[in-house]
C-alpha cells in the first residue's frame, strides 16, 4: 500500500494555480498597487566582452536578456515567497494578494521578455526567448497546474535555455540554472 499513499498524497498536493484560484474564490480583492517602475530590482551589468557584426548583436541581446531575466526572477521570487508564508500562516487574504502580486509579476516578465524577442538576431536565442515568455505565460495561466513546489524549479528551464545560447554561467547573479 505504499505506492497507493504515495499516489493519494500526490493528488492531494495543490497546484499553484489551484491554490491562487482557492484564495480568489474566497472573493478577496488583490487591491494592491503595483510598485513603481523598477523598485527593489536590481538589474545585473552587460557582459565585458566586446566582440563585433552579428557576435556584438548576440552579446548585447544576451546583456539584455540577463537583466530582464534576473529582474524579473528576483520580482516574481518576492511575491512568490509573500504567498507560501501566507498559505502557510493560514491567511487566505495576504495568501490572495501576494498569489495575484505573483501573477501579474510573470506576465510582466513575459511581457519585457516578448519585447526583446522582436529585436533579437540570432535565431536560437528569439527562440529561447520565445520559449521562456510562453514558459511564463502559462505559469501565469488559471489553467495552469504546476505543484507549488515546483513553480520555482521549472524557472530552471529559462536559465538552461539561455545558457545554451549565451554560454554556461550566463543566467545571471547567483542563478546556475537550477531546477
Known amino acids: 500500500m505504499v505506492n497507493g499513499e504515495a499516489r493519494t498524497a500526490a493528488a492531494r498536493r495543490p497546484t499553484a494555480r489551484a491554490l491562487l484560484a482557492a484564495l480568489l474564490s474566497l472573493g478577496v480583492s488583490a487591491g494592491c498597487a503595483d510598485p513603481p517602475s523598477g523598485a527593489g530590482r536590481t538589474?545585473?551589468?552587460?557582459?565585458?566582452?566586446?566582440?563585433?557584426?552579428?557576435?556584438?548583436?548576440?552579446?548585447?541581446?544576451?546583456?539584455?536578456?540577463?537583466?530582464?531575466?534576473?529582474?524579473?526572477?528576483?520580482?516574481?521570487?518576492?511575491?512568490?515567497?509573500?504567498?507560501?508564508?501566507?498559505?502557510?500562516?493560514?491567511?487566505?487574504?495576504?495568501?490572495?494578494?501576494?498569489?495575484?502580486?505573483?501573477?501579474?509579476?510573470?506576465?510582466?516578465?513575459?511581457?519585457?521578455?516578448?519585447?526583446?524577442?522582436?529585436?533579437?538576431?540570432?535565431?536560437a536565442l528569439r527562440r529561447a526567448v520565445v520559449e521562456s515568455s510562453a514558459l511564463l505565460t502559462r505559469l501565469a495561466a488559471d489553467e495552469d497546474r504546476t505543484p507549488v513546489d515546483r513553480v520555482l524549479p521549472r524557472l530552471g528551464e529559462i536559465d538552461r535555455a539561455y545558457a545554451s545560447v549565451c554560454g554556461p554561467g550566463e543566467t545571471g547573479p547567483g542563478e546556475t540554472g537550477r531546477g
Open 43 to 123: 538589474p545585473v551589468p552587460a557582459p565585458a566582452a566586446r566582440p563585433t557584426g552579428a557576435a556584438a548583436d548576440t552579446a548585447s541581446a544576451c546583456g539584455r536578456l540577463l537583466n530582464i531575466n534576473f529582474a524579473g526572477r528576483r520580482a516574481f521570487e518576492a511575491q512568490w515567497s509573500k504567498v507560501l508564508a501566507a498559505v502557510a500562516a493560514g491567511d487566505e487574504a495576504a495568501g490572495a494578494k501576494a498569489g495575484e502580486a505573483a501573477r501579474r509579476e510573470l506576465l510582466s516578465w513575459a511581457a519585457a521578455l516578448d519585447g526583446l524577442a522582436v529585436d533579437a538576431a540570432d535565431p
